[in-house]
Protein backbone atom coordinates (compact mmCIF):
# COMPACT_ATOMS: atom_id res chain seq x y z
CA UNK A 1 0.00 0.00 0.00
CA UNK A 2 1.01 3.16 -0.95
CA UNK A 3 0.44 6.54 1.25
CA UNK A 4 -0.29 9.66 0.95
CA UNK A 5 -0.53 12.65 3.89
CA UNK A 6 -1.79 16.05 2.86
CA UNK A 7 -0.16 18.62 5.22
CA UNK A 8 -0.05 22.12 6.49
CA UNK A 9 -0.38 23.11 9.81
CA UNK A 10 -2.27 26.48 8.28
CA UNK A 11 -5.66 25.96 8.71
CA UNK A 12 -7.73 27.16 5.08
CA UNK A 13 -5.36 26.27 2.49
CA UNK A 14 -7.68 23.44 1.30
CA UNK A 15 -6.10 20.24 2.63
CA UNK A 16 -9.56 18.12 2.82
CA UNK A 17 -10.32 19.65 -0.74
CA UNK A 18 -7.34 18.00 -2.11
CA UNK A 19 -7.07 14.76 0.08
CA UNK A 20 -10.84 14.03 -1.21
CA UNK A 21 -10.28 15.07 -4.42
CA UNK A 22 -6.97 13.12 -4.78
CA UNK A 23 -8.75 10.11 -3.56
CA UNK A 24 -11.26 10.65 -5.99
CA UNK A 25 -8.78 11.48 -8.79
CA UNK A 26 -6.95 7.91 -7.65
CA UNK A 27 -10.26 6.21 -8.65
CA UNK A 28 -10.44 7.65 -12.01
CA UNK A 29 -7.44 6.70 -13.09
CA UNK A 30 -7.13 3.50 -11.29
CA UNK A 31 -10.87 1.81 -10.60
CA UNK A 32 -9.79 -1.49 -10.10
CA UNK A 33 -7.57 -0.86 -7.14
CA UNK A 34 -8.39 -0.72 -3.40
CA UNK A 35 -8.58 2.80 -2.32
CA UNK A 36 -8.49 3.62 1.78
CA UNK A 37 -9.12 7.42 3.32
CA UNK A 38 -7.71 8.03 6.78
CA UNK A 39 -9.56 10.97 8.54
CA UNK A 40 -7.45 12.26 10.92
CA UNK A 41 -8.93 15.84 11.47
CA UNK A 42 -11.10 15.64 14.80
CA UNK A 43 -13.28 18.47 12.37
CA UNK A 44 -14.05 15.20 10.36
CA UNK A 45 -14.68 17.20 7.20
CA UNK A 46 -13.36 14.47 4.89
CA UNK A 47 -15.38 11.98 6.53
CA UNK A 48 -18.60 14.54 5.75
CA UNK A 49 -17.74 14.31 2.25
CA UNK A 50 -16.93 11.20 1.12
CA UNK A 51 -19.06 9.54 4.23
CA UNK A 52 -21.60 11.01 6.26
CA UNK A 53 -21.75 13.52 9.25
CA UNK A 54 -19.18 12.61 11.47
CA UNK A 55 -21.71 13.46 14.63
CA UNK A 56 -23.70 10.41 13.74
CA UNK A 57 -20.73 7.68 13.79
CA UNK A 58 -20.00 6.46 17.14
CA UNK A 59 -16.63 7.15 18.72
CA UNK A 60 -15.77 3.64 18.72
CA UNK A 61 -15.82 3.10 14.82
CA UNK A 62 -13.86 6.06 14.00
CA UNK A 63 -9.86 6.61 14.06
CA UNK A 64 -10.25 7.40 17.54
CA UNK A 65 -10.33 3.89 18.42
CA UNK A 66 -6.50 3.27 17.62
CA UNK A 67 -5.40 5.79 20.33
CA UNK A 68 -7.07 3.90 23.33
CA UNK A 69 -4.93 1.99 25.75
CA UNK A 70 -4.97 -1.08 24.25
CA UNK A 71 -3.69 -1.83 20.65
CA UNK A 72 -6.48 -2.12 18.27
CA UNK A 73 -6.98 -4.93 15.53
CA UNK A 74 -10.25 -5.06 14.92
CA UNK A 75 -12.00 -3.57 11.55
CA UNK A 76 -14.65 -1.81 12.77
CA UNK A 77 -13.03 1.39 11.99
CA UNK A 78 -12.93 0.98 8.44
CA UNK A 79 -16.30 1.91 6.54
CA UNK A 80 -17.45 1.58 2.90
CA UNK A 81 -18.30 4.69 1.45
CA UNK A 82 -20.78 5.30 -1.57
CA UNK A 83 -17.73 3.93 -4.06
CA UNK A 84 -17.53 -0.10 -3.84
CA UNK A 85 -13.31 0.80 -4.02
CA UNK A 86 -13.37 3.52 -1.12
CA UNK A 87 -13.12 2.55 1.89
CA UNK A 88 -12.78 5.19 4.69
CA UNK A 89 -11.50 5.42 8.46
CA UNK A 90 -13.96 8.39 9.65
CA UNK A 91 -13.03 10.84 12.69
CA UNK A 92 -15.16 13.41 14.71
CA UNK A 93 -14.80 15.39 17.61
CA UNK A 94 -13.97 12.73 19.99
CA UNK A 95 -10.61 12.56 18.20
CA UNK A 96 -9.58 15.94 20.54
CA UNK A 97 -9.50 13.93 23.64
CA UNK A 98 -6.62 11.78 22.63
CA UNK A 99 -4.09 14.66 22.32
CA UNK A 100 -4.69 15.35 26.41
CA UNK A 101 -3.18 11.32 26.66
CA UNK A 102 0.12 12.56 27.48
CA UNK A 103 0.98 9.26 28.63
CA UNK A 104 -0.33 7.04 26.10
CA UNK A 105 2.45 4.36 24.82
CA UNK A 106 3.85 5.30 21.11
CA UNK A 107 1.60 7.90 20.89
CA UNK A 108 2.65 8.65 17.89
CA UNK A 109 3.06 5.40 16.32
CA UNK A 110 -0.46 4.11 16.37
CA UNK A 111 -1.48 4.70 12.37
CA UNK A 112 1.69 3.21 11.57
CA UNK A 113 0.99 0.30 13.60
CA UNK A 114 -2.75 -0.38 12.63
CA UNK A 115 -1.83 0.32 9.05
CA UNK A 116 0.86 -2.52 8.65
CA UNK A 117 -2.53 -4.62 9.80
CA UNK A 118 -4.13 -3.87 6.75
CA UNK A 119 -1.74 -2.61 4.41
CA UNK A 120 -2.14 -5.97 1.90
CA UNK A 121 -5.95 -5.20 1.90
CA UNK A 122 -5.49 -1.59 0.05
CA UNK A 123 -3.12 -0.40 -2.60
CA UNK A 124 -3.47 3.82 -2.03
CA UNK A 125 -4.33 5.56 1.00
CA UNK A 126 -4.56 9.40 1.45
CA UNK A 127 -4.68 10.86 4.96
CA UNK A 128 -6.23 14.02 5.39
CA UNK A 129 -4.68 16.34 8.40
CA UNK A 130 -5.41 18.73 11.05
CA UNK A 131 -4.16 22.16 10.81
CA UNK A 132 -1.70 21.67 13.39
CA UNK A 133 1.25 20.16 14.43
CA UNK A 134 0.19 17.63 17.03
CA UNK A 135 0.08 14.13 17.66
CA UNK A 136 -2.42 13.24 14.39
CA UNK A 137 0.07 14.77 12.03
CA UNK A 138 3.10 13.44 13.31
CA UNK A 139 0.86 10.34 13.23
CA UNK A 140 0.15 10.84 9.96
CA UNK A 141 4.22 11.67 8.69
CA UNK A 142 5.31 8.42 10.45
CA UNK A 143 2.56 6.54 8.32
CA UNK A 144 3.34 8.02 5.03
CA UNK A 145 5.84 7.00 2.19
CA UNK A 146 4.86 10.69 0.14
CA UNK A 147 3.80 14.05 1.50
CA UNK A 148 1.99 16.53 -0.65
CA UNK A 149 1.23 19.96 1.35
CA UNK A 150 -1.30 22.04 0.10
CA UNK A 151 -0.97 25.95 0.56
CA UNK A 152 -3.31 29.27 -0.38
CA UNK A 153 -1.58 31.95 -1.28
CA UNK A 154 -1.61 34.13 1.69
CA UNK A 155 1.70 35.04 3.90
CA UNK A 156 0.61 32.70 7.17
CA UNK A 157 -0.10 30.03 4.92
CA UNK A 158 4.01 30.11 3.60
CA UNK A 159 5.17 30.84 6.90
CA UNK A 160 3.38 27.82 8.22
CA UNK A 161 5.09 25.78 5.79
CA UNK A 162 8.58 26.61 7.77
CA UNK A 163 7.02 25.36 10.84
CA UNK A 164 5.92 21.85 9.46
CA UNK A 165 9.54 21.55 7.67
CA UNK A 166 11.11 21.57 11.21
CA UNK A 167 8.22 18.43 12.40
CA UNK A 168 9.50 16.74 8.67
CA UNK A 169 12.75 17.21 9.96
CA UNK A 170 12.11 15.52 13.04
CA UNK A 171 10.23 12.64 11.66
CA UNK A 172 12.68 11.77 8.65
CA UNK A 173 15.67 10.02 10.90
CA UNK A 174 12.34 7.83 12.31
CA UNK A 175 10.67 7.54 8.88
CA UNK A 176 13.27 7.09 6.15
CA UNK A 177 10.43 6.41 3.77
CA UNK A 178 9.05 9.85 3.56
CA UNK A 179 9.52 11.69 0.61
CA UNK A 180 8.32 15.04 -0.02
CA UNK A 181 6.32 15.43 -3.89
CA UNK A 182 6.29 19.47 -2.96
CA UNK A 183 3.85 22.11 -2.28
CA UNK A 184 0.90 22.53 -3.71
CA UNK A 185 -0.64 26.17 -4.65
CA UNK A 186 -4.08 25.63 -3.92
CA UNK A 187 -7.45 28.55 -4.49
CA UNK A 188 -5.16 30.33 -6.64
CA UNK A 189 -6.50 33.37 -8.24
CA UNK A 190 -4.57 35.09 -11.06
CA UNK A 191 -5.89 38.19 -10.66
CA UNK A 192 -5.43 39.25 -7.01
CA UNK A 193 -2.02 40.83 -7.33
CA UNK A 194 -0.76 39.96 -3.91
CA UNK A 195 -1.07 35.98 -4.52
CA UNK A 196 0.87 36.37 -8.00
CA UNK A 197 3.73 37.95 -5.73
CA UNK A 198 3.56 35.24 -3.28
CA UNK A 199 3.80 32.68 -6.23
CA UNK A 200 6.93 34.25 -7.07
CA UNK A 201 8.54 34.41 -3.76
CA UNK A 202 7.33 30.89 -3.73
CA UNK A 203 9.56 29.98 -6.98
CA UNK A 204 12.45 31.96 -5.46
CA UNK A 205 12.41 30.26 -2.21
CA UNK A 206 11.23 26.60 -3.13
CA UNK A 207 12.26 26.42 -6.52
CA UNK A 208 12.35 22.21 -6.43
CA UNK A 209 9.58 21.56 -4.56
CA UNK A 210 6.48 24.50 -5.95
CA UNK A 211 4.12 22.38 -8.22
CA UNK A 212 3.01 25.43 -10.04
CA UNK A 213 2.28 23.90 -13.33
CA UNK A 214 0.02 21.45 -11.17
CA UNK A 215 -1.53 24.78 -9.08
CA UNK A 216 -5.37 24.43 -8.07
CA UNK A 217 -7.20 27.15 -9.19
CA UNK A 218 -10.25 29.20 -7.12
CA UNK A 219 -13.30 27.20 -8.62
CA UNK A 220 -17.43 27.52 -8.34
CA UNK A 221 -17.63 24.24 -9.16
CA UNK A 222 -14.93 22.76 -6.36
CA UNK A 223 -17.01 24.76 -3.77
CA UNK A 224 -20.60 23.25 -5.02
CA UNK A 225 -19.14 19.75 -5.05
CA UNK A 226 -18.15 20.23 -1.45
CA UNK A 227 -21.10 21.86 -0.72
CA UNK A 228 -22.72 18.87 -2.04
CA UNK A 229 -20.54 16.05 -0.18
CA UNK A 230 -19.22 14.83 -3.76
CA UNK A 231 -15.71 15.20 -5.14
CA UNK A 232 -15.69 17.08 -8.26
CA UNK A 233 -15.04 13.92 -10.36
CA UNK A 234 -18.59 12.75 -8.75
CA UNK A 235 -19.69 16.00 -9.30
CA UNK A 236 -19.11 18.20 -12.68
CA UNK A 237 -16.47 16.70 -15.14
CA UNK A 238 -16.92 19.73 -17.40
CA UNK A 239 -15.10 22.05 -14.41
CA UNK A 240 -11.71 23.16 -14.91
CA UNK A 241 -10.96 21.62 -11.04
CA UNK A 242 -11.86 18.52 -12.77
CA UNK A 243 -9.21 18.58 -15.14
CA UNK A 244 -6.82 20.15 -12.71
CA UNK A 245 -7.14 17.52 -10.26
CA UNK A 246 -7.21 14.57 -12.97
CA UNK A 247 -3.34 16.16 -13.90
CA UNK A 248 -2.29 16.14 -10.20
CA UNK A 249 -3.69 12.85 -9.72
CA UNK A 250 -1.81 11.13 -12.75
CA UNK A 251 1.45 13.42 -12.02
CA UNK A 252 1.61 11.89 -8.25
CA UNK A 253 0.62 8.23 -9.57
CA UNK A 254 3.73 8.46 -11.24
CA UNK A 255 5.52 10.12 -8.90
CA UNK A 256 4.62 7.38 -6.35
CA UNK A 257 5.20 3.94 -9.18
CA UNK A 258 1.42 3.61 -9.25
CA UNK A 259 0.45 1.79 -11.92
CA UNK A 260 -2.64 -0.10 -13.71
Wanted: hydrophobic share 35%; with cysteine; net charge positive.
Amino acid sequence: MITIAVCNQKGGVGKTSVATNLIGGFDYHFPEKKKLAIDLDPQGHTSFILYEDPNNIPSEKTVYRLFQEETYTGNEVIHRTRNQTIDIIPSNITLFRIQQKENLKNKINRLKEYLSLINNFYDIAVIDTPPDLGTFVLNALMSADYLLIPTDLEVLSVRGITDLWNTINYVKPRNTNLKVLGVLPNKYNRRIREQNQIMSELKEHLPNLLLEDLTIGTNAALSRAIANRKTIFEFDKKARSYRQFRELTEWIAKQCGINA
